[in-house]
């Protein structure tokens, strides 16, 4: 089965998935995070009677 081919470039949900991804990556150059286990946690608690708030973002100490 072939892949369905890319969206064009000037599709305006791509432009801004390809903006949400360069903010992503220019918060994690800059130390900012949130740890896999806490997203996870939170994740997997949505539509339980114990749903989490969601967990805090976390900088990077400089080394």
Do not use: C, K
């Not at 949900?13 to 900012?32: F, K």
């Amino acid at each position: 089965m072939e892949s369905p081919p890319p969206p064009p470039a000037d599709d305006p949900d791509t432009a801004a998935l390809r903006a949400a991804v360069a903010e992503a990556v220019a918060s994690l150059d800059a130390g900012y995070y949130i740890p896999h286990e806490e997203m996870r946690r939170w994740l997997l608690s949505w539509g339980t009677e114990n749903e989490l708030p969601p967990p805090s973002v976390q900088r990077r100490q400089s080394r």
